[in-house]
């Protein structure tokens, strides 16, 4: 988890999803074939064009991403960035990896290092926008926590790479230098991600839906140092899985959001820290 792009740290069509009661649903894809589209790529990581179960077609789209590829910089143990102003560009790809169009963001909706690993940016389009004119449909972020032997896909819009393993299980907590993330999603061998997979889209390859966001990976064997995180179970015993990656899971994010994709840190069932 180096600074993104120098370092070792981390679409699918989408399932069909329920929209909010009198809002227009957002257009499904028809199948969970896993591809480019729905990705982005930033200047130094990559990221997902997502919605939420409840979204709808008019809501203001999002961006998924990793907080340590937030533009500011790498949020320190306990920071929390809230609905921080931001300009930045995403190139928004094509199913097979071709340039499509280049998205802005009006704000960093949400950015932490602290439990998880993740950065919101709200865009300064619709979701029905994107797909009138790009074809593009989002990623749906799963509700539901991710199963252990799930078949996944990492998704990098940066490197127009597609990683494919399986969830070899969670690692209670996962240390890495000065940051703790808790109940992190460890990959099988197949998912030796690198520099600029930062923030790619953990795809469950069966429904589509996005069930954690790409971070890390032990590099070389150390022992809960910067690019080589460690796992600590709840008695407190330290392991290190050598050349074995991590994501952080999303599935609590949806309950942070309310209708027209507002972002709310005190509504029911958010768990996400808060400043």
């Given at each position: 988890m180096k600074k993104p792009l120098i370092g070792v740290l981390a679409t699918a069509l989408i399932a069909g999803a329920t929209a909010l009661a009198g809002a227009s649903p957002v257009q499904a894809a028809p199948?969970?074939?896993?591809?480019f589209a729905g990705t982005v790529g930033l200047s130094n990581c990559s990221g997902s064009l997502v919605r939420m179960p409840g979204s709808a077609a008019?809501?203001?789209?999002?961006?998924?991403s990793n907080g340590h590829c937030l533009e500011s910089g790498m949020p320190g143990p306990?920071?929390?960035?809230?609905?921080?102003?931001?300009?930045?560009?995403?190139?928004?790809?094509?199913a097979t990896g071709g340039r499509l169009a280049t998205l802005r963001a009006t704000k960093v909706v949400y950015g932490a290092m602290t439990d998880t690993d993740v950065s919101i940016y709200q865009l300064n389009t619709s979701y029905s926008s994107i797909q009138s004119r790009y074809g593009i449909a989002p990623l749906t972020v799963a509700a539901g926590h991710p199963v252990q032997g799930?078949?996944?896909?990492?998704?990098?819009?940066y490197w127009k790479k597609i990683?494919?393993?399986s969830i070899d299980g969670f690692a209670y907590r996962l240390k890495e230098g000065?940051?703790?993330?808790?109940d992190s999603v460890r990959y099988t061998s197949g998912c030796d991600v690198i520099g600029g997979t930062s923030g790619s889209p953990v795809v469950d390859a069966s429904s589509g839906q996005v069930v954690a966001v790409n971070n890390t990976i032990n590099e070389s064997g150390e022992r809960?140092?910067?690019?080589?995180?460690?796992e600590v179970d709840q008695s407190g015993a330290v392991t290190v899985h050598q050349?074995?990656?991590?994501?952080?899971?999303?599935?609590?994010?949806?309950?942070?959001?309310?209708?027209?994709?507002?972002?709310?840190?005190?509504?029911?069932g958010c768990t996400l820290p808060r400043p």
């Open positions: 199948t969970a074939t896993v591809t008019s809501d203001p789209a999002l961006v998924l306990g920071e929390v960035v809230l609905n921080q102003p931001s300009s930045r560009t995403f190139t928004l790809l094509s799930t078949s996944i896909k990492v998704v990098s819009g990683y494919s393993c000065d940051w703790t993330f808790k809960c140092t910067l690019d080589n995180p460690c050349g074995i990656g991590y994501a952080q899971e999303t599935y609590g994010i949806p309950a942070c959001f309310a209708a027209g994709n507002r972002f709310d840190l005190t509504l029911p």
